[in-house]
DNA sequence: AACGTCACCAACCGCGTATGC
DNA sequence: CGCATACGCGGTTGGTGACGT
């Protein structure tokens, strides 16, 4: 096996070597960055700072593409190195917390604030807890504005809509109802909401069934999606949940298609969502709902505004959600799924028998779909190569 | 009564990013 | 600018109680 550590950089760069790289960077992008695949099949072991170099190092000629390679990349050299603890696990508590220790922590928060520094909280005031573990019980417990108790069917839809047009960003969602943690509104919907709206059966629609790498809340968003459409409005003007994708949203989003060279599109994360202690400010940051993709070249950036997303959760109809939620109408998932058949039927009439599903999604991810699919991405590659 | 299964939810873990030095 | 550290987030796990067989 050919080593290309840290050490090796200078020799990599090299321009025979450099060019072999290159192509297999290409390639590491093109996998999604399936690093065991990588090894597999090109026989390198890449390190995180030699792909980062590599990148930066490479003469301008993929400049662009840094920000591209996923990050989980660039962190190979960090998991074999072990990374650092956040704490020193032995001499740390876990498990529920006692009285006792909320009590710590309530009485020298109230009185002192946090300080700014959950690490060193848990010392200050004789608790063997880790920072992490006691910002968590602050935040998800112990805070004076948390709101116990059921959730309420305006909760319900909101958390719905929400998770419709943002995936789960649970912070995001968690901002928009007041006095309920992320943490709660996550558990929530994974064993209350999501029976509520899909049923026991958790299989994706049987059209999507050969897609094995579209992750399953993203099926969840768009049987929602299916379900709060009529199939021949869907049929005529296909426009599911992609045009409201978040940005920096980490879901993998394959274009469906049968083309084996394509199967592993991926969306990149070319925005960063600030969305930083929204949940304690309560409310969405503007830039969290923008798009920002300066760094994959211009073409892709689309910004979307507060009011946009306002527009967003105001246009899913509310009546809907509430039927689906509360049953005012037989539209258990199965029915609406059966539903939906009909409408693939109907519009195989259209598009013919197409047996992928790419009418069914990729037809959403038009130009201005913030969305990256494998075509653009591609495209982007090959963009890249003529710089 | 004993055991198994399910639902719930608190807590943990790992990752990506921000920040400070 | 690069590195180390801290923070915040989302996915996952594990403990516990309720319920069914």
């Known amino acids: 096996m050919y080593f290309v550590g840290v050490q090796e950089i ?107 520094n959950w690490i060193a909280l848990p010392h200050k005031i004789g608790l063997k807890r880790c920072g992490k573990s006691c910002r968590l019980r602050w935040l998800n417990y112990l805070r004076p504005d948390i709101k116990r108790g059921g959730f309420t069917e305006e909760e319900d839809q909101r958390i719905c809509s929400l998770y419709m047009s943002l995936g789960s960003r649970w912070s995001i969602i968690a901002a928009q109802l007041p006095g309920r943690t992320d943490n709660d509104v996550k558990n929530y919907w994974n064993t209350k909401l999501q029976k509520k709206l899909f049923g026991k059966r958790r299989e994706p629609p049987l059209h999507l069934n050969h897609v094995p790498t579209l992750p399953a809340s993203a099926l969840e968003r768009m049987q929602l999606q299916g379900l709060l459409s009529s199939p021949f409005s869907f049929c005529s003007n296909p426009q599911p949940w992609p045009k409201h994708q978040p940005p920096g949203d980490r879901s993998i989003l394959p274009s469906i298609s049968t083309d084996s060279t394509h199967q592993a599109g991926f969306q990149m994360r070319s ?67 059966e539903h939906e058949l009909a409408g693939v039927d109907c519009c195989r009439e259209v598009y013919g028998e197409k047996e992928s599903a790419d009418w069914w999604i990729a037809d959403g991810f038009e130009d201005e779909s913030p969305m990256v699919s494998w075509d653009s991405a591609s495209a982007l590659g090959s963009q890249e190569h003529d710089l």
């Open 271 to 337: 925005g960063i969502l600030k969305s930083e202690s929204a949940s304690t400010r309560g409310e969405v940051e503007p830039s969290a709902l923008g798009f920002h993709s300066a760094s994959t070249g211009g073409s892709l950036s689309v910004e979307t505004s507060t009011s946009s997303f306002d527009a967003v959760t105001a246009d899913l109809q509310a009546d809907e959600l509430d039927d689906l939620l509360y049953c005012n109408h037989p539209s258990s998932f199965a029915a609406h799924q």
């Open 10 to 116: 200078g020799r990599a760069q090299e321009e025979e070597e450099a060019v072999t790289i290159e192509a297999l960077m290409v390639q590491v992008w093109e996998d999604y960055y399936d690093t065991e695949s990588l090894k597999l099949h090109h026989g390198f072991n890449i390190s995180a700072s030699c792909v980062d170099s590599f990148w930066e190092n490479a003469g301008g000629k993929v400049k662009l593409a840094k920000r591209q390679v996923p990050f989980g990349l660039f962190r190979e050299r960090e998991r074999e190195m072990g990374r650092a603890p956040c704490c020193d696990k032995a001499n740390v508590k876990k498990g529920p917390w006692s009285p006792e220790e909320d009590a710590k922590l309530k009485a020298y928060i109230e009185e002192n604030g946090t300080g700014g």
